[in-house]
């Protein structure tokens, strides 16, 4: 078996920066509110018409991580893309990746699993690498969410806390001696699919009921169950970050930067004081950006690796939590 190691990282996000005072002229809601309830003080959202979708931001975000890298486009053997705000319903954004970068006819492989997307993603890229079915894999996160929220007083609860944004990864084959990627874990409960859910565009309530009600918001925007979500965030986040250090025989105190998905600044501080760590020993960003979804650890990292809060040699833990439900952690030696 080989190991996989991040070789480089990269990020983009939009330049139109949308603060809580911009969102309380939109809908009745205020700085205190957000700030307190989840850490979020502003968060990009793309202009119509910049060109921003979730395939040209993934793209942006790739030609960071590849040039970090230090390869060529084509050196890159498969493609693995997180999002749950594709460019079409089919065919995934990975395909518009492998056209812009020209990467020869390389696989591409689509995932769909909202706020876990990253950890899923980097986990089927490692699997690929590990095997030794190719040298170097391109992991993309990337959302566009701001378009399809609902804007208004009705969608609040919702709409305040997510953002754009895409990141990536390059996974190389590691030499020997080098270290990378030590764990994986990845868990799912379909029976709260619901709580978190936008149940448009799938075929369970598709053409008959757009037909019979016309566009109705319950469905076609994303819908939260918020303190049932929040509540079994942090006890997923610590049971799989828990499995990770387990399966790696280690103790919270060894771990130099914790990634947890940025949902809520809440519950990265909740998961932090029951670990017992640090400040410096987890990365947060989501005062600048909002919650991006699947994007948001990819994001993070490049972001910490871009600051000097993660080093190579570093044990870096990342952590997700989300829509399905579903959750994961990948424990790494950057
Ligand atoms: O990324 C995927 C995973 N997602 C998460 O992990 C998110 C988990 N959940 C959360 O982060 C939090 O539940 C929220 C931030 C979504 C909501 O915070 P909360 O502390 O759970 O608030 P709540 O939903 O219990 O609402 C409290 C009150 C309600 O008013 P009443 O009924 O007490 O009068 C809401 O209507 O706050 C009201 N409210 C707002 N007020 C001002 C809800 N949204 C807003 C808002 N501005 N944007």
């Given at each position: ?18 603060t ?13 509110w ?14 119509e ?42 065919p995934g ?45 391109l ?39 080098e ?50 979500v ?83 040699g ?21």
């Open positions: 078996m080989h190991t996989a190691k991040i070789s480089g990282t990269g990020h983009y996000v939009p330049d139109r920066i949308v809580n005072e911009y969102l309380s002229t939109l809908m009745d809601t205020n700085d205190e957000i700030t307190e309830r989840t850490g979020i003080r502003e968060r990009r959202w793309v202009e018409g910049d060109g921003n979708t979730a395939a040209t931001m993934g793209i942006k975000a790739a030609r960071n991580a590849i040039k970090a890298a230090g390869i060529e486009p084509e050196e890159i053997g498969h493609i693995v893309f997180a999002t749950i705000s594709p460019d079409y319903y089919f954004c990975g395909v518009q990746v492998q056209e812009a970068l020209g990467i020869h006819t390389a696989g591409a492989t689509d995932v769909r699993n909202a706020c876990s997307g990253f950890i899923y993603a980097l986990s089927v890229g490692n699997a690929f690498v590990q095997t030794g079915m190719y040298e170097h894999v992991v993309v996160a990337s959302e566009l969410q701001s378009p399809f929220l609902d804007k208004t007083t009705r969608g609040r609860g919702v709409s305040v806390i997510f953002g754009d944004g895409a990141g990536a990864v390059v996974l190389s084959r590691a030499k020997d001696g270290s990378g990627i030590k764990s994986c874990h990845m868990h799912s409960e379909g029976k709260n699919k619901e709580e978190l859910t936008m149940k448009g565009f799938g075929t369970q309530h598709w053409i008959g009921e757009l037909l019979d009600n016309g566009v109705d918001p319950e469905i076609h925007y994303p819908q939260m169950n918020g303190n049932f929040f509540k079994n965030a942090v006890v997923r986040f610590g049971e799989v970050i828990g499995e990770a250090l387990k399966q790696n025989g280690l103790t919270p105190d060894k771990i130099d930067c914790l990634i947890p998905h940025q949902a809520n600044l809440r519950i990265a501080q909740f998961i932090q004081k029951r670990m017992g760590l640090r400040d410096d020993q987890v990365f947060n960003n989501i005062q600048k950006y909002g919650n991006t979804t699947g994007a948001s650890i990819a994001i993070a990292l490049s972001e910490a690796v871009d600051e000097g809060a993660v080093k190579r570093d044990t870096v833990c990342l952590a997700a939590f989300g829509a399905g439900f579903t959750w994961g952690s990948v424990l790494l030696t950057y």
